[in-house]
């Protein structure tokens, strides 16, 4: 009896992986076969034999750190397109202040490729077509459906009175029956089998840490990681990037124009720049059209400086498909809260709001990394 249930248990476990691969997934088992053995020679040891690993991930070490995420599906690499999860792989997590490793010439680009086939052949149906909807339709996700369906006895009553669809998130907090629920930017507690929720910032005394601050700066920094360097009009660093700096920007605001007049200030500190678009007001918005302009320059960050400056006959018409991007950056900085431009995001998620004079903002940011 025993071991036909084995013998039942096997053949569904079977089935259910050959069926995933089978199901238009982009891979072919080969490249999955090879993945495997590659992953666990050079992944394995931080992500889990099964990219399982860690489950606590949204918790950060003693030293701030992030520890290596799941990649089977249950956490967030699946926001990553293609594209990104490459780059992810070959360059490290260097370039988001992360811990992982880069594995550009050690693993060539059809390694890489079956490395990911290898975790993806892990993720569920409906995460791989959510991901592969959200590659379509390149707009921020939400976790709504998966993890609320898990758990809605929990959310049922705040469900009832917000709705489904706004409710990103749930998760456990280290605190026996209460459950943090992200809604945008916002959390909110649940207590007694979510018949309360309690809203305001958790912080554990023993240590001091404001964990609902923590929750907020990993969205963040995952918000932004949606964006490649390409989708951005980046100011690097002159010589050694020592820091960077996400700014949310929007060309007719006038804070924004006087940090950039500062930039070569923040460039010489050994600061990176990283702009994304925030057009106030949205589409009729002051700032919108000059945006999409300056994102559709061949010279974006002249053009940047031109129109910082109200310089603005020598921009292009806004109808480039990059000028896609202005509405990206406006969902992107609304997810992350920011209240204003300039908003300024560094490499830990931690936001600063509004403009800060250089003087200020270049020990801040050198601090910051060397902690
Ligand atoms: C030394 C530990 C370590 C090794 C080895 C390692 N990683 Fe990571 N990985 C991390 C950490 C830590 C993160 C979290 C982001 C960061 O700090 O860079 C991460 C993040 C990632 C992410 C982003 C996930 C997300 O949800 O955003 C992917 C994808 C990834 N790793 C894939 C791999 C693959 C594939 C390998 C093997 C080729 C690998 N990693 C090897 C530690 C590691």
Redo the contacts with the bound molecule.
Sequence with gaps: MKSKLILLVSLLLVANQSYAVEKGRWYSDRQVENGER??RE??A???GQNAEATSD?KKTDANG?????P?NGT??????DLDL?RR??RE???R??????G?EGR?NAEE?DS??AF?QSKWPDDIYQRWDGRNQASDLPSLSDIVVAAKKPLTRLLRQRIGNAKIDDVQETSIENVWQVQIGNQYVYLLDDGKFALMGDLVDLENGRNLTEQSRRVDTV?TI?EFADNDLIIFAAKGESKATLNVFTDTSCPYCQKLHSEIDKLQEAGITVRYLPYARGGKSGPGYETLKSVWCAEDRNGAMTDAKNNRFEGLPPGDCAQAAIIDRGYRAGNRVGIRGTPALVKNNGEKIEGYVPYRELIPQLLQSTSQ
């Design positions: 590659l992953f050079n992944c040891a931080c992500h991930w750190n992030y520890p290596p995420p990649l956490a967030h690499a699946w926001h990553h999860l992810t792989i490290g997590g260097a988001l202040g992360g811990q992982m490793p594995f693993l890489i490395v990911i975790f995952e990681s």
